[in-house]
């Protein structure tokens, strides 16, 4: 931290929600430092960032939080509740507990760290950013995601990346079944590469060889009208 | 939308905290509920003997005093009433079979919300603390407790349609979320003599479970069935005499989570809900899985 940053400290149970969410609209500049005691899992909290600023939440956040989120750091010391990170454009959101449903769902740009487990949907119809989860996801994770990258440290539930596109997932435990249209493919070095840099970038420290690569065998890219009802 | 709320005291010395440690948590999921909102608090067993009937009589006025006097005099046995406004909890030694057909006849006015030993049971229109409010919840003692607060999505905003549902004695159940098959759950069950006092989902969701019990199943059977036989999105809470249990769809498409403390266990639909608990920075905090039965005992 240099001698420039600003750290500002609220309180939510002494100030509204939306007094916070206005300062960090409004009143802050790139470099500044936010705390926030006592989210206490409200909704909604430092959604729509757009400075790059570091936000500490310390507690457990309710829906939505950091979502929307452009150039922020936003690290949330505790759990989150569902839509974490939603459509984030760029920035880190980092949860140090466990994310629930939706985390990152259609997030289009971006770092979204989750050290605990993702509830089911982590990841749905992601557009770009890269998700670093420590621990397992749920089921229907990566469903319909288009591009970006998944890093599942644990296990991942039933029907993983159904209806994938572009966006590759890596996944070090089990995995209870794939989604349509999901496949294991072999592990490049290029790939290697991807999950040792995410890794670093999430702090975290696994052998990217234990990884195996998930992507969209492209079978559904195309109407294939002799399917009929296959699928 | 709806909240679920539940709370299992394990230290014995919180039961008598147990009504105000559990408002903040039902007014807490006030947004999801705005409409409704009800509550069912189980208690230390009455005598094996006897039966607690929670009675309502909407904007009928009762005279709760001669109500229980006139099933004393006119049935026998005894009969003690506890009033609070346009709930009554009666409690009488005589079997649901005798005081069932004669509240129905003589009060007609009145609807029975419980049977049992240990179940009291609340359920009344409006926000959920002008009801927390109307009915004292915070002055609440028991084991442990089910409550919801209601956004009504799929039937009319009435008291009857209110959380929770009832079936049999000592068993109630909480619902957030829509089931698509009630009515076939419904036809299923009127053939076999169950009888239905609304057209809310939810209550035939209970009477399901419940009937399964009645056949047989333990709880656990009877919700393992239940994942099935129940089609459509649902977390539900259940109690009965000395557990509380919990279950969500395969989608867990309705939320939950659960703290649980050396104190108690506590559930509802968000943890804004939860922040409130004594030490619930300690607590273990988890959401439950898609169709993983949770359940609870009063130890």
């Known amino acids: 931290m240099n001698s420039t940053t600003k750290i500002t400290p609220f309180d939510l149970t002494t100030v509204s929600l939306r007094e916070v969410n206005h300062y960090l609209h409004h009143q802050v500049s790139s470099g500044d430092q936010v705390d926030i005691l006592h989210p206490n899992g409200i909704h909604n909290l430092a959604v729509g960032l757009q400075e790059a600023i570091a936000v500490d939440?310390?507690?457990?956040?309710?829906?939505?939080?950091?979502?929307?989120?452009?150039?922020?750091?936003?690290?949330?010391?505790?759990?989150?509740g569902a839509g974490v990170a939603e459509n984030m454009m760029s920035g880190r959101v980092h949860v140090k507990g466990f994310a629930s449903v939706s985390a990152g769902a259609s997030a289009q740009g971006g770092l979204l760290v989750i050290n605990g487990d993702a509830g089911l949907r982590c990841g749905i119809?992601?557009?770009?950013?890269d998700i670093v989860v420590g621990g397992s996801v749920g089921s229907f994770s990566a469903f319909m995601a288009q591009a970006g990258r998944m890093v599942i440290c644990g296990d991942a539930g039933d029907a993983l990346g159904d209806s994938l596109y572009e966006a590759v997932l890596y996944v070090r435990g089990t995995i209870k079944s794939l989604g349509a249209d999901a496949q294991i493919e072999p592990m490049t070095e290029s790939d290697q590469a991807i999950v040792a840099n995410l890794l670093e970038q999430a702090g975290l420290s696994y052998d990217p060889t234990d990884f195996q690569r998930v992507a969209s065998a492209r079978q559904l890219y195309h109407w294939n009208a002799d399917a009929k009802q296959d699928y | 939308m709806c909240g679920i709320v539940g709370l299992l005291i394990k230290n014995p010395a919180l039961r008598d905290s147990l009504g105000a440690l559990t408002v903040p948590m039902l007014i807490g999921m006030a947004e999801r509920g705005p409409d409704s909102a009800g509550l069912a608090v189980f208690t230390q067993p009455i005598a094996e003997s006897d039966r607690k009937y929670s009675l309502y009589s909407g904007t009928t006025v009762v005279?709760?005093?001669?109500?229980?006097?006139?099933?004393?005099?006119q049935l026998g046995g005894t009969a003690q009433i506890h009033t609070q406004g346009n709930h009554g909890i009666l409690s009488a030694s005589l079997s649901p079979a005798v005081v069932k057909p004669w509240i129905h006849e003589h009060y007609p006015a009145v609807h029975i919300l419980s049977t049992g030993r240990t179940i009291d049971l609340y359920k009344d229109e409006g926000q959920p603390a002008a009801v927390a409010e109307r009915y004292g919840f915070s002055r609440l003692k028991g084991t442990h407790v089910v409550a919801h607060t209601r956004m009504a999505t799929e039937s009319a905003v009435t008291p009857a349609h209110a959380h929770p549902f009832t079936a049999g004695e000592d068993f109630c159940l909480v619902h957030n979320g829509s089931l698509s098959n009630p009515y076939s759950?419904?036809?299923?069950?009127?053939?076999?003599?169950?009888?239905?006092d609304t057209d809310n989902d939810t209550e035939a969701a209970c009477r399901y479970l419940e009937w399964r019990m009645q056949e047989g199943d333990d709880l656990k059977s009877a919700l393992?069935?239940?994942?099935?036989e129940l089609d459509g999105f649902f977390t539900f809470l259940m109690g009965t005499q000395d557990t509380l249990a919990l279950v969500r769809d395969a989608f867990a498409c309705k939320p939950a989570i659960v703290a649980e403390t050396d104190d108690y266990v506590a559930i509802a639909s968000e943890f804004r809900s939860l922040a409130h608990l004594p030490d619930i920075d300690h607590a273990t905090l988890y959401e439950p899985a898609p169709e993983e039965m949770y359940v609870w005992t009063v130890s």
């Open chain 1, 57 to 80: 939440i310390h507690g457990h956040t309710g829906y939505y939080a950091a979502g929307m989120n452009q150039q922020a750091s936003v690290t949330i010391h505790g759990n989150a």
């Open chain 1, 125 to 129: 119809s992601l557009k770009g950013a």
């Open chain 2, 63 to 73: 005279d709760w005093g001669q109500l229980a006097q006139a099933l004393h005099q």
């Open chain 2, 185 to 196: 759950i419904r036809r299923m069950l009127e053939p076999r003599g169950i009888h239905f």
């Open chain 2, 224 to 228: 393992q069935k239940g994942f099935e």
